[in-house]
Each structure stands twice: as structure tokens, then as C-alpha cells.
């Protein structure tokens, strides 16, 4: 059975950092064609932040958190990674982890082309 599971959230102030570790159980990081990130403001739908690729690393990033967010894989330690750095108020969301099984032409920014999500952790910045 395929589990991911997200770890790292917290209470921030504004423009301090976090770093959100994604772990997978069931099966291994590298056999999953795309890596992303979503979040889920409160009251708001869940948004794209960031995805990255299997085959040559390449990344995406939603156009808010580009130069502030940073998302990486480590196949080794079968884990994927957030590095959220001078966090903003509007930043507060359930962030989750989210894989994807082939690499055909996608919607990266979609999160109904994802196949596997965990269960979120909670990042709230403070003003």
C-alpha cells in the first residue's frame, strides 16, 4: 500500500523558513514520474507550488513562492523536500505531497493528475 506522509510544518513568523520533508512507504520515490507540492489555504482550494521531475530534475514552480520556495527529491533517502524561505502570512496552508505514476504530457498544476496524496502538514506564518 502507498503511503506518503508530510512532516516539518509549524508556526512561523513572517520571513523565517521551514523545511517540509514528504516520506514515502509502499513503494519507492523513484518510480514515481512526478513530484509535487500542493496547499490548501483555509476557506480556499487546494493550489499548485511546486513539482519536480524524475527523469532530469527539472522543477516547476507556481509564479507566488518562485524565488522563496525550493523543492527537491533525494531517491536515496526516499524522501522529497520544501524549502520555504522568507515566509509570508499568505503562505499559512495545509501543504501536501502528492506523486505521480507516468510522465505523459500533464497538467502539472492540476492536483487531480496526481495518483498518490498524504495527509497535509500545517504551516501558519505570523505577522
Known amino acids: 500500500q502507498v503511503q506518503l506522509v508530510e512532516s516539518g510544518g509549524g508556526l512561523v513568523q513572517a520571513g523565517g523558513s521551514l523545511r517540509l520533508s514528504c516520506a514515502a512507504s509502499?513503494?519507492?520515490?523513484?518510480?514515481?514520474?512526478?513530484l509535487a507540492w500542493f496547499r490548501q489555504p483555509p476557506g480556499k482550494e487546494r493550489e499548485f507550488v511546486a513539482a519536480?521531475?524524475?527523469?532530469?530534475?527539472?522543477?516547476r514552480y507556481a509564479d507566488s513562492v518562485k524565488g522563496r520556495f525550493t523543492i527537491s527529491r533525494d531517491n536515496a533517502r526516499n524522501a522529497m523536500y520544501l524549502q520555504v524561505s522568507d515566509l509570508k502570512p499568505e503562505d499559512t496552508a495545509a501543504y501536501y505531497c502528492?506523486?505521480?505514476?507516468?510522465?505523459?504530457?500533464?497538467?502539472?498544476?492540476?492536483?487531480?493528475?496526481?495518483?498518490?496524496w498524504g495527509q497535509g502538514t500545517q504551516v501558519t506564518v505570523s505577522s
Open positions: 519536480i521531475s524524475r527523469s532530469d530534475g527539472s522543477t
Open positions: 509502499g513503494r519507492t520515490f523513484s518510480s514515481y514520474a512526478w
Open positions: 502528492a506523486a505521480r505514476n507516468n510522465d505523459y504530457t500533464f497538467t502539472y498544476t492540476y492536483w487531480g493528475q496526481y495518483d498518490y
